[in-house]
């Protein structure tokens, strides 16, 4: 609800006038407090200048500390003195005015005409008149001699390299007519520049610079006021010498004086201007200090508020936990609160947690009173308690709670959990929410929120609750999916190879809460293909090809190979709840693609992905225990027809790239349409070395399949390669052939010395050894050569991904921020803030991505396909 | 029209601009349920306009190629 609309902000210069007026006493003494510890009358302490201490009434308003907001003081200047903000503003006006009459310094009919443009509005014309006015030797008014001022920043004004000083400086301005002001963009109404040379100093009410009592009883006062202090004395000086008739360089040193003062109380940070410093050499912090940068008052305590009912703790894995839900250490639980409405049906439970349990900390009563509950008065409060109280009692298992991790970059950076309190001191999530939250173990950090009222709770669990944020708002696909492990296991789990005895499978299965165990399918074994499907829900239907399928064939294998091979790579199918063929690996469960996870949280509700969830974790975590992957060294040595494959392969490229390097410095190459020559040659050279290094990378990948195809699957590196889960064939052939060419910025290394790479090669020579080609492998170990070839490589990459995260980090930083107030309206369109029309159709299209599959609003194909299966179209 | 400004016109990137006269504007925002100063603004001297002759209070509806949509069509108010 809008009670009123703020229509314009003015800011403005506050005139000596108002700011003697608004003044309930004039400050005259340097003291703050007399002998006996009281606030000096007339001092910086005065109690006409608020109260900061409980029970005392102020002098001002005769209010207490809780109403009374400070009232402000004001402070005479002996001599005016400039203000260093504004010596900008008064050299422009000096420039352009004449000393002795304040007039323009433009003919009279220029500064008519410049009075017509503006049409009785006030315009700054400013710039303007001081190119022309510049050029005056003489007042066009009253002939008096011009002279130029300069400004020797921030404070000194010299006229003719003779000093002026702020009283006549501020004679000066006040001549200056209100007409001419108008078209120097002076509203007189509102201020007169005059004002700029300070004649009254405001002094700030005591609540915004409170003193404080150090333990030791020692008084501590604020830096503001510290600064106040020397204005006061300087000042009390200067009014002494004057009064004596002192000499006028004594005067004009204490008048120095004062404006440097005052100049620090506005802006420490002044250039030019030696900051001052408290006694102990720290700098003080002054008017504009408190309030710019990253620490001031907009940016530390305006935009960054800090909040209650909030735990903030290092963050660990526990796969025997929903996903939805969120391990809360006992220690935050004991500090976290919420309030509970008493109502006829939880009066009893309450009444028996106040007395019984230490668990409720405070009561609060209708009328708002709240009272502490401690073991001396828990029988008599809950007596009292009745219907319309509320009880402030810690979390416990089930109350909603956010999460949240930094960066949030999107929604889902944070998301509601059911606590569920646990011993320790960490949280602990469930290793397949860590993707949204782009979370990983090594330390890190993340903080819960607990809502406070029942329509907050209501809010986070309809909207945020995690197993509702499955598939992405930003690209309508699986963002919670299982990585790593929960894909190995199902891998593993789901391989032919697998079976179980009786007693294996009853353990299994019991570990996912089912007690009655189906009829064996292999004999009197139990395939891993039937306690998989134990999980799936009853009435699923899906086709689809796994990826491990993929790689056998990308690997040159025939599914009629063997009965095995041919059983890995069929089809997965699903029947009715029953995992009937294929591999569960990648392309079912994971992150973007997963075919099941995605079908799961869109075509059912909530609870099954999560009691999916629940099923993948246990089982995987049974499964790897028990069978156990891990990796050696003996899996990546390769067969004798690999290393000799490698050498022909290699000895082959060589051939080719001497053959390419002798053409190009004939020129006879063939030049790429649109390339030099010498770009043609390197684009030749790499994609020389990329070919090479694809074809043992297949053969290195056929061979080292037999891991997984043997009778006795060896569960090692290459089923997290075939299941995707970790690790590619990549990895592999660093690891087992060559690293190939190492490349720097999307091509052959190319600076470092004089026409070759190191001085060790023959300057001139481009071939693909003295270019950056590394014939070893991670396994054999890398020559010295090829080592810095390496590395060459492997800092540009460090390089990159610094830089990378730097820029595209602020990049999306500001664009989220352009648009985090844009909501789409009921009617469709999106509007900003203020209601202003941005598109005129959500998305231009109206579509949620969602409610899209990857973004496809309506699959054609599968919606004919269901109509077909229905029967209600042919 | 100066030649560059006929280029400007034609130009692959501008997309097609109608305007529509302050008359028919009423009818427009009624049909479209919007009130008229919700509409984003659009300067009268903007190059991809200044060859209509538009006025104030006109509004230009714009026809772009959209990812998402293929086409859409966009009104802005001419300031």
């Not at chain 1, 009919?109 to 030797?137: H, N």
């Not at chain 1, 997290?720 to 990895?731: D, E």
């Amino acid at each position: 609800m809008i009670m009123k609309r703020i229509g314009s902000v003015e800011f403005n210069f506050l005139d000596p006038e108002t700011v003697r007026k608004m003044s309930s006493i004039e400050i005259k003494t340097p003291e703050t407090y007399d002998k006996d510890g009281y606030p000096m009358e007339g001092g910086l302490m005065d109690p006409h200048l608020g109260v900061i201490n409980p029970g005392i009434k102020c002098k001002t308003c005769g209010q207490t500390m809780k109403n009374c907001s400070g009232h402000f003081g004001h402070l005479e200047l002996e001599r005016p003195v400039i203000h260093s903000e504004f010596g900008r503003k008064l050299e422009l006006l000096m420039n352009t005015t004449c000393k002795e009459c304040g007039h323009i310094l433009l003919a009279e009919e220029q500064v008519k005409k410049l009075q017509d443009a503006a049409k009785g509005k006030t315009v700054d014309y400013s710039k303007r008149i001081l190119l022309k006015a510049k050029t005056a030797k003489k007042c066009p008014n009253c002939s008096a001699v011009v002279q130029k001022t300069v400004l020797d920043k921030p404070t000194n004004f010299f006229l003719n390299k003779e000093r002026i000083y702020p009283a006549a400086i501020r004679e000066w301005v006040e001549k200056i007519p209100e007409d001419h002001l108008a078209i120097l963009g002076y509203d007189v109404k509102r201020v007169r520049p005059e004002w700029f040379v300070l004649t009254v100093l405001q002094v700030p009410p005591i609540t915004i610079r409170p003193s404080i009592t150090l333990e030791s009883g020692i008084k501590s006062e604020d830096d503001l006021t510290h600064k106040l202090v020397d204005i006061i004395r300087i000042n009390n000086r200067l009014k002494d010498n004057l009064e004596a008739g002192a000499p006028q360089l004594i005067i004009e040193d204490l008048w120095d004086l004062l404006q440097y003062h005052t100049t620090t109380y506005f802006d420490n940070n002044t250039a030019g201007v030696p900051p001052a410093k408290h006694r102990s050499g720290r700098p003080l912090r002054t008017i504009i200090q408190r309030l710019k940068g990253k620490k001031g008052r907009f940016r530390y305590n305006l935009t960054g508020k800090r909040v209650n009912h909030a735990a903030r703790s290092i963050i660990v894995p526990d796969p025997y936990i929903d996903i939805s839900e969120l391990g809360v250490p006992e220690e935050a639980a004991k500090e976290l609160t919420v309030p509970e409405f008493v109502t006829e049906w939880n009066l009893a439970t309450v009444k028996k947690m106040v007395e019984k349990s230490d668990k409720p900390v405070y009561i609060i009563r209708p009328n708002g009173t709240r009272r502490k509950v401690s073991d001396e008065n828990r029988e008599e409060i809950a007596k009292e308690l009745d219907i319309g109280y509320r009880v402030e009692r810690n979390i416990q298992n089930g109350d909603i709670v956010l999460f949240n991790r930094q960066p949030s970059l999107h929604r889902i950076s944070m998301m509601a959990h059911r606590a569920r309190i646990m011993p320790g001191k960490v949280f602990r999530i469930n290793p397949i929410v860590c993707p949204p939250y782009n979370a990983d173990f090594d330390g890190d950090e993340m903080n819960c929120h607990v809502p406070q009222t029942e329509e907050g709770k209501a809010e986070a669990k309809k909207l945020m609750l995690v197993r509702d944020q499955i598939i992405s708002p930003r690209y309508g696909s699986p963002v919670i999916a299982p990585k790593e492990d929960g894909v190995s296991g199902c891998f593993t789990l789901t391989m032919p190879q697998t079976v179980f005895t009786k007693e294996d499978a009853m353990q299994l299965l019991y570990s996912i809460g089912i007690t009655e165990l189906p009829k064996p399918d292999k004999g009197k074994h139990y395939s891993g293909k039937m306690v998989f499907s134990q999980i799936l829900p009853k009435d699923l239907n899906l086709e689809f090809e796994s990826y491990t399928s993929k790689v056998f064939r990308d690997a040159g294998y025939d599914p009629k190979e063997t009965e095995l091979i041919g059983e890995i790579m069929d089809k997965v199918k699903i029947v009715n709840g029953k995992l009937v063929s294929g591999v569960i690996d990648s392309a079912a469960l994971s992150e973007g693609k997963g075919r099941l996870v995605d079908t799961l949280a869109r075509e059912y509700p909530g609870e099954v992905i999560e009691e999916f969830y629940r099923g993948v974790n246990r089982i995987t975590s049974y499964i790897l225990t028990e069978k156990g992957m891990t990796a050696s060294l003996a899996e990546f040595a390769v067969s004798d027809e690999i290393e000799a494959l490698k050498n022909k392969v290699i000895g082959e490229a060589l051939k080719k790239g001497e053959a390419l390097v002798e053409s190009y410095e004939k020129g006879s190459l063939e030049i790429i349409p649109g390339r030099t020559l010498s770009e043609s040659f390197e684009l030749y050279m790499v994609r020389l070395a990329s070919e090479v290094k694809e074809k043992v990378e297949k053969a290195i990948m056929k061979e080292k399949l037999h891991y997984v195809i043997s009778e006795e699957m060896i569960l090692n590196t290459i089923s997290m390669i075939l299941a995707k889960s970790r690790g590619s064939s990549i990895n592999l052939m660093n690891i087992a052939g060559f690293w190939g060419q190492a490349s720097v910025r999307e091509g052959r290394p190319k600076k470092g010395f004089d026409k070759r790479l190191i001085t060790s090669n023959e300057k001139g020579d481009v071939g693909l050894l003295a270019g950056g080609f590394i014939r070893s492998n991670f396994l054999d170990g890398m020559n010295a050569k090829e080592y810095f070839y390496h590395s060459m490589g492997g800092r540009q990459g460090e390089v990159d991904t610094g830089v990378s995260t730097k820029v595209s980090g602020y990049l999306y930083r500001r664009l989220a921020n352009s648009l985090k107030d844009l909501v789409a309206a009921p009617d469709g369109t999106v509007r900003t803030a203020a209601n202003m029309l941005v598109q005129y159709q959500y998305g231009e299209d109206g579509v949620f991505p969602k409610n899209t599959k990857g973004g496809i609003a309506v699959d054609v194909k599968e919606e004919y396909k269901k109509l077909k299966d229905k029967g209600e179209m042919k | 029209m100066s030649e560059k400004e006929e280029q400007q016109k034609r130009h692959y990137l501008v997309p097609e601009h109608v305007l529509i006269r302050k008359e028919k504007v009423a009818e427009l925002m009624a049909e479209l349920g919007i009130k008229k100063d919700a509409l984003p603004r659009i300067d009268k001297t903007d190059a991809a306009i200044k060859l209509l002759g538009p006025e104030k209070g006109d509004v230009v509806k714009i026809i772009r190629d959209s990812q998402t949509a293929g086409q859409t069509v966009y009104y802005r108010r001419v300031i």
